[in-house]
């Protein structure tokens, strides 16, 4: 019985710190920061995911590649078309063309 309680707690909490309320209005950098870095770094540089930044195989991809990766996901990572609008998605696409640039 208590293994059970335990068990429950541990999936309300696993599935409460998942959860990251992105404000509609949120630029691509900050939603990068909520939702990408655990997989892809903070600088773009990879982990789990594969890197992201300049000289990357993913900066050579057309934006239309990017887009859908994200909104439907791609392997191991999740679809954010739930979570996220297309104007969001944009942003971030926009915010890795801007770092893989360098400005």
Do not use: W
Not at 42 to 54: E, F, I, K, R
Not at 73 to 84: H, I, K, N, V, Y
Not at 90 to 95: I, N, S
């Amino acid at each position: 019985m208590k293994k059970n309680i335990l068990a429950l707690l541990m999936l309300i909490l696993i599935g409460s710190s998942c959860s990251t309320e992105i404000p509609v209005d949120a630029g691509g950098q900050e939603i990068y920061s909520a939702l990408c870095t655990r997989c892809h770094s903070s600088d773009l540089s990879g982990g789990v995911g594969p890197a992201l930044g300049a000289g990357s195989d993913l900066a050579g991809q057309p934006d239309a590649y990017l887009t859908q990766s994200i909104t439907s996901g791609l392997g191991r990572m999740p679809a954010f078309r739930s979570t996220l609008t297309a104007e969001q998605i944009q942003r971030v696409v926009e915010f890795l063309r801007a770092n893989q640039a360098g400005t």
